[in-house]
């Protein structure tokens, strides 16, 4: 079903269906690149002459600041123009090396133990660690122990023992890791 009168712009066969300028996407391509050549074309009208700067031959710009003649001499003066900007930027200092971390002051003697204390559980991921921390000592590994911290008593709340408001600290409960220990032991 062809529209009446309705030709396409570019090749005049009859449209058909909702085409309302051009039959094919092959047609509007070819008119839009051939429109492009003749805006190009009237633009260049407008600037004088002049020489590439790569090459030196003389062209037509298409804008006031184009310039060179071709892509390839384009590619050729951008990659000049990046190495004369490398060339302006002052030099970095370079960076030293990350200095090793010092490690922690301790404050007593570190321990040396084969007998820790395990946790008395019927749970089997406590199981299992249990066991596999007798499987570590029976091929000669050792536990290293840390001293204790000092005591700094420093106001925490366990939410598990609830809130409690101590005159002394300002608020909360303090507990001991042994105090923790025979808690959850008792669970």
């Given amino acids: 079903m062809s529209k009446k009168g309705k ?16 039959c094919t ?4 391509k070819h008119h839009k690149q051939m429109r492009a050549k003749e805006v190009s074309h ?15 031959k ?15 001499c384009t590619f050729e003066d951008a990659r000049n123009r990046r190495i004369a900007k ?10 030293k090396p990350m200095e090793s971390s010092k490690l922690p002051i301790i404050y007593g003697q570190i321990e040396t133990h084969r007998n820790p204390i395990l946790i008395k559980s019927r749970d ?8 596999d921390i007798l499987d570590f000592l029976a091929k000669g590994g050792e536990i290293k122990k840390f001293p204790d911290e000092l005591n700094g008593r420093t106001p925490t709340v366990n939410f598990s023992f609830g809130f409690d408001i101590d005159s ?18 008792r669970n």
């Fill in 7 to 22: 030709v396409c712009r570019e090749c005049s066969k009859p449209l058909t269906g909702i085409r309302s300028q051009f």
């Fill in 25 to 28: 996407d092959t047609c509007y």
């Fill in 42 to 56: 009237l633009r260049r009208r407008n600037f004088p002459q002049k020489d590439c700067y790569i090459c030196g």
């Fill in 58 to 72: 003389l062209f037509q710009p298409i804008r006031e600041d184009h310039r060179n003649c071709s892509k390839s």
């Fill in 86 to 95: 490398r060339k302006k930027q002052p030099k970095l200092p370079r960076v």
């Fill in 124 to 131: 089997p991921r406590h199981i299992k660690l249990n066991s």
């Fill in 168 to 185: 002394s600290l300002g608020f909360g409960m303090e507990l001991n890791s042994t105090q923790l220990l025979e808690e959850y032991d």
